[in-house]
């Protein structure tokens, strides 16, 4: 985990700048993109639909074929040759690949989905794991709320998001306390996104709530013993 920048969003202030003004997720180097075409040129349509892809296999799509896009931003596809689609939306993807599978094409309708859409859940969540996503982007708390919330160990002013954006790993610490600024500056979550929970030293040392509470019970009834004991 040891990420080239830090971006610390205490109380999330720092996620008013132009860069999380766009909140729609760009495709990146080593995303699947799904990619259908259709056309009353049935002939024509045949020799570009999606069977030169890799296949790429998860619980929620099993039998999708994906275009892998390379570390420079492009995908092959067959018979229209190398599509430039990195940093660009779903929408202007979409479009793009219209545009270049329309001159052999024609007239044609595009479908595109990203495959890949999957967050890594780690540390102290209820439920620790890789959660798949079922649209382009979640807010923090949505996230959370997946893996079921966090645990009474988690440290909440300070869970931290690992990503990688156009080949640049970055870290951003998220303050989930700070209700009203967040809500007003929501942070959200990427597909390939890590969410990590860091544990309280508490923990390390075998604190809990039920721990604390049993100490405070035993050392009020010992003072109110010594108490007792003061006025016999």
């Not at 275009?67 to 092959?76: A, L």
């Not at 990688?164 to 009203?180: A, H, P, Q």
């Not at 929970?197 to 009834?221: N, Q, R």
Request: glycine share 6%.
């Amino acid at each position: 985990m040891q990420y080239d920048k830090l971006i610390d969003s205490t109380y999330a202030k720092t996620f008013e700048g132009k860069q999380f003004e766009d909140t729609i997720y760009r495709i990146q180097a080593n995303d699947y993109l799904y990619i259908s075409i259709t056309s009353v040129e049935k002939p024509i349509t045949q020799f570009v639909e999606p069977v030169a892809g890799i296949n790429y296999l998860n619980s929620e799509n099993q039998a999708l074929v994906g275009y892998h896009v390379y570390d420079n931003g492009t995908i092959y596809f067959p018979y229209v040759g190398i599509i430039p689609l990195g940093g660009l939306t779903m929408w202007q993807a979409r479009d793009t690949v219209k545009v270049y599978v329309s001159k052999i094409v024609g007239r044609c309708r595009i479908e595109l989905t990203l495959i890949n859409n999957t967050i890594y859940m780690l540390g102290e969540f209820a439920k620790q794991g890789t959660y798949n996503m079922t649209r382009n982007k979640l807010s923090i708390y949505e996230a959370i709320s997946l893996a079921g919330g966090l645990t009474d160990y988690a440290k909440r002013n300070k869970i931290k998001v690992l990503r990688t954006e156009f080949g640049v790993r970055k870290m951003y610490l998220i303050d989930t306390r700070s209700g009203n600024q967040i809500a007003k500056n929501m942070f959200y979550v990427y597909p390939n996104d890590i969410i990590y929970a860091e544990p309280m030293k508490a923990k390390a040392i075998g604190i809990t709530p039920t721990f604390s509470l049993s100490v405070l019970t035993t050392l009020v009834t010992f003072a109110v013993l010594l108490v007792t004991l003061t006025k016999l």
